[in-house]
Structures are given as C-alpha cells and as structure tokens.
C-alpha cells in the first residue's frame, strides 16, 4: 500500500512509528514540554522541515555545480583548452 507524501510534510505520515531514545538538554525539553502537548509530533515536524530544507540546498548545490560544469564544456567547445597547445609528447 503507497503511503501519503504531501507537498507540505514531504515524507510518507502514515508509515509505522518506531521508538528511538534521544538524549535532550535537560531544560530546552523541560521548557518546549510547556509549550506542546505532543512532543513526538513536534519533533516529527520539525524533522521533515530539517529534511526538506537539507534536500533543497543539496539540488541547489548541483544545480549551481551543474551551471559551472555547463559553463566550463562550452568555454571548451569554444576556445579548448590551453593545455591542448602544447604536445605532451
């Protein structure tokens, strides 16, 4: 069965939960403890929000890395390089 992957959560909210252990500052959980009354689906969110943002800077790195690589073959095609003047041999 396919899970549900939505543009705004960006990873499957009906896969089977697991129960990992983290160790957390003593007084930052005590103080968001005050603030949400679920602290699992908090961090969940703040997850999948840590996710998609790392997943978009990764594509825009390969599309700047793919600008520049673009940017080299075509100076290439045009002018080669300098290093192709001078025989190796």
């Given at each position: ?10 990873y499957?909210?009906?896969a089977?939960?697991r ?48 600008g ?22």
């Amino acid at each position: 069965m396919a899970g549900t992957v939505t543009r705004t959560t960006h990873y499957d909210r009906t896969a089977k939960r697991r129960p990992v252990n983290l160790s957390l500052n003593a007084d930052l959980l005590a103080q968001v403890r005050q603030v949400t009354p679920n602290l699992s689906a908090t961090v969940e969110t703040l997850l999948g929000d840590y996710l998609h943002a790392a997943r978009e800077k990764r594509e825009d790195e390969q599309r700047q890395l793919d600008g520049v690589i673009d940017a080299v073959n075509e100076l290439h095609a045009r002018h080669g390089f300098l290093s192709d003047e001078f025989s190796t041999l």
